[in-house]
């Protein structure tokens, strides 16, 4: 068995692609997803599969959900080596990286936009690309701060997903405690 994450982007915001946990956990079992767990209202999604093929698990997740709840949500899936190692490449210090914020890439960005937008500065925040994630950190918070996922996908034209420090450490903690 292999234990896998999986990030849904843009649900149970503002009421907006309103999934429930519960049905969500009930869904992605019958689908024959295993020992499905969830984490938090946000999209967090801890499992085991047989299956190896990454991409193979996301279109199952994908069109599990646009069956049951009638629509469309970007999944990305990430083994628990993959999510922990994009943890433990932050390149901030202990104190920023627990106030920062860890952006999943769902494809690699054009280099040429991520040296484009590598040159931009704005007081107090901080980011890093690389071909898996955006590392980024605000000393003022995320929801005052001028960058975010949203910038970062219309500026990289790729699809991505936040999680916060603490969000990171839980579904490192929950996939580590699968059953292997």
């Known amino acids: 068995m292999n234990n896998y994450v999986a990030l849904l982007r843009g649900i149970n915001v503002s009421g907006q ?9 009930e869904v992605l079992t019958k689908s024959g997803i295993e020992n499905v767990q969830t984490y938090i209202q946000s999209g967090n999604i801890i499992f085991q599969s047989l299956e190896t093929d990454k991409s193979t698990l996301a279109s199952k ?4 959900i646009k069956l049951y709840f009638g629509f469309e949500v970007p999944v990305l899936v990430l ?3 993959e999510l922990k ?6 390149p901030f210090p202990k104190e920023k990286k627990e106030n920062s914020y ?5 494809s690699k960005a054009d280099r040429d936009l991520v040296d484009d937008i590598s040159e ?4 107090n925040e901080e980011f890093k690309i690389t071909d898996k994630a955006i590392y ?12 975010g996922n949203n910038f970062f996908e219309r500026k990289l034209k790729v699809t991505a997903t936040a999680r916060n420090y ?5 579904l490192l903690s929950l996939s580590a405690d699968l059953i292997l």
Not at 120 to 123: D, M, T
Request: net charge positive.
């Open 136 to 147: 980024f950190y605000c000393s003022v918070g995320y929801g005052k701060a001028k960058l």
């Open 120 to 123: 931009l500065s704005y007081p």
């Open 79 to 81: 083994s628990t080596q």
């Open 166 to 170: 603490k969000t990171m450490v839980k």
């Open 85 to 90: 190692n994009i943890f433990d490449s932050s």
């Open 17 to 25: 692609k309103k999934i429930l946990m519960a049905e969500l956990r």
């Open 61 to 64: 997740i994908h069109n599990a």
């Open 102 to 106: 860890f952006v999943m890439l769902y």
